[in-house]
């Protein structure tokens, strides 16, 4: 599988906000439309909304996208083995400020303990990652344990959406000579419904969806041989983590 290109790589403007811990921060298309980005919720602690979320998690959990940490660092907290993966060094080196395990790293490279996650987090808009919704749930597919769960945050609407973006810091600039850094990559958006059509085809099967103040998530898991090969996978990660 071909990595698609990696988002956030090179985006001073998300660099700088994840520093400050306030944007304020926008995805632009090339149309010129905006998407609003949490900067201060995501270098906040992790709310209770959240954490309703990481009540949900199973055994060891790695958070893709993981942005400046709130969520590995709360599950630190906790007591529970987790990791984070992004590819900002600023988000790497907020999250460990935090507590929280992180490595600098694309979900599309080699990953530690890659089918034996117990748990996969996609959260904060991270199912666009990569552009293309099939290609990424089928290499978390790859991360999880057989039975594991994925976690996904989806758009409160009924969306479908691939598009080239950059990362802005005012909704006044255009043009990359005003943005240095901020090059275009490809983005989706993906309500509850085409979620559950991309993960179909990616072997994963819904479990659960629910929506809480205004966000909306999706649980699934992978397919498992057997209901008893489950508990052993279970016991084999934590034992290697």
């Known amino acids: 599988m071909s990595a698609p290109t990696v988002a956030w790589a090179g985006a001073d403007p998300y660099s700088a906000a994840l520093r ?12 010129g439309w905006l998407l609003p980005l949490e900067v201060e919720r995501w270098c906040a602690r992790a709310d209770a ?17 993981c942005g400046p940490g709130r969520l590995v ?27 929280g395990q992180a490595l ?4 599309f490279d080699a990953l530690p303990g ?14 666009g990652i990569g552009g293309e919704p099939h290609t990424l749930l089928t290499r978390v597919a790859q991360l999880l344990a057989p039975g594991g769960l994925l976690l996904a945050e989806t758009a409160p609407l009924d969306v ?17 000579a005003e943005q240095p850094g901020g090059h275009p990559f490809p983005w989706a958006r993906l309500g509850t419904p085409a ?5 179909a085809r990616a072997a994963l099967r819904p479990v659960d969806q629910w929506s809480v103040g205004g966000r909306c998530f999706a649980a699934l898991r992978t397919r498992t041989p057997s209901s008893s090969a489950e508990p052993a996978n279970r016991a084999a990660v934590t034992s290697s983590q």
């Open 114 to 127: 890659e089918g034996r996650w117990n748990t996969v987090l996609l959260m904060d808009g991270n199912i």
């Open 73 to 99: 660092a709360e599950l630190a907290a906790r007591g529970r083995t987790a990791l984070g993966v992004d590819v900002s060094d600023a988000a790497v080196t907020h999250s460990r400020g935090l507590g």
């Open 20 to 31: 400050t811990g306030r944007g304020p921060l926008f995805l632009r298309r090339a149309d």
């Open 104 to 107: 600098c790293r694309s979900v």
């Open 49 to 65: 909304v959240d954490r309703q979320v990481l009540d949900r998690c199973e055994g060891a959990v790695l958070d893709v996208g």
């Open 195 to 199: 979620l559950l059509r991309y993960a």
């Open 160 to 176: 479908d959406e691939r598009a080239s973006v950059q990362v802005t810091d005012s909704p006044e600039r255009t043009g990359h």
